[in-house]
């Protein structure tokens, strides 16, 4: 048995062994995976992309929160590191990435942000004069937010953001919201745009809703996906027979 430091390192060799067990019971299937997730499993489908892009034929990724993985090093003069990006990578294959067709969604009024930079007052008074904290649907604390749908955040003595949560350093966090923005829409549509500029087979749809988009909108997001699948998957098949 071998022994991963690296969790992606884990689930490719699990795909490789799926493969071949399948292969010794005469299934013969792609050796190249379609990989998704929605919210955590969203973040994981796009991160593992970025590491091994060889074995990803499509990737299929909703609610990611503002924290897709880009194939970019630097952008704007700010790093960006794996698994924001690719800088700290001993290798990345852009050939083999470029093969991959994404998927991306979100919703239009989603609140999650995995990105979320450091704020010091969460609280607010209501016509009650009751002292309330902000929360979204999920029951997660959430930033002030202006009348133009911008986040209120407030900035270290350095002028730079800092990380809310463990899920990236206050380095990456600043990264994304100075160069991305602060709103996930706002990053959602930024990310678009550097995927485009890429060359990237990429599709970035937002649909009405907030945390429950996918429940809110099932059916629609299903026949979407459906059609990414046939678009894209198909005509590869076909093209190989």
């Known amino acids: 048995m071998h022994l991963y430091n690296n969790l992606a390192d884990q689930h490719k060799s699990m795909i490789e062994y799926a493969i071949e067990r399948l292969a010794k019971e005469n299934i013969i299937v792609d050796e190249k995976v379609v990989i998704s997730g929605y919210s955590e499993g969203a973040k994981f489908a796009s991160h593992f992309a970025l590491l091994h892009p060889e074995i990803i034929k499509a990737v299929i990724a909703g609610g990611t929160g503002g924290a897709i993985s880009m194939p970019i090093d630097y952008l704007d003069g700010y790093e960006f590191v794996y698994p924001t990006g690719i800088s700290g990578l001993n290798k990345f294959d852009f050939d083999s990435f470029k093969n991959i067709s994404f998927f991306y969604y979100m919703g239009e009024n989603d ?3 995995s990105a979320m930079p450091n704020f010091d007052d969460y609280h607010y008074t209501d016509e ?3 002292d309330c ?3 979204d649907e999920c029951g997660n604390k959430t930033p002030f937010i202006d009348e133009n749908g911008n986040q209120l955040l407030k900035l270290d003595k350095n002028g730079n953001y800092t990380a809310k949560y463990n899920l990236f350093s206050d380095s990456e966090v600043n990264a994304i919201n100075k160069v991305l923005g602060t709103v996930t829409q706002k990053r ?4 678009q745009e550097i995927y485009s500029s890429l060359g990237l087979n990429a599709v970035f749809k937002l ?3 907030n945390h429950r988009t996918i429940f809110d909108n099932r059916e629609v997001i299903f026949a979407d996906v459906d059609r990414f699948i046939n678009d894209n998957l198909s005509k590869e098949n076909h093209k190989s027979k």
């Open 128 to 130: 009650s004069g009751n």
């Open 188 to 191: 959602f549509i930024k990310q």
């Open 207 to 209: 649909y009405p809703g």
């Open 111 to 113: 609140k999650s942000d």
């Open 133 to 135: 904290i902000l929360k």
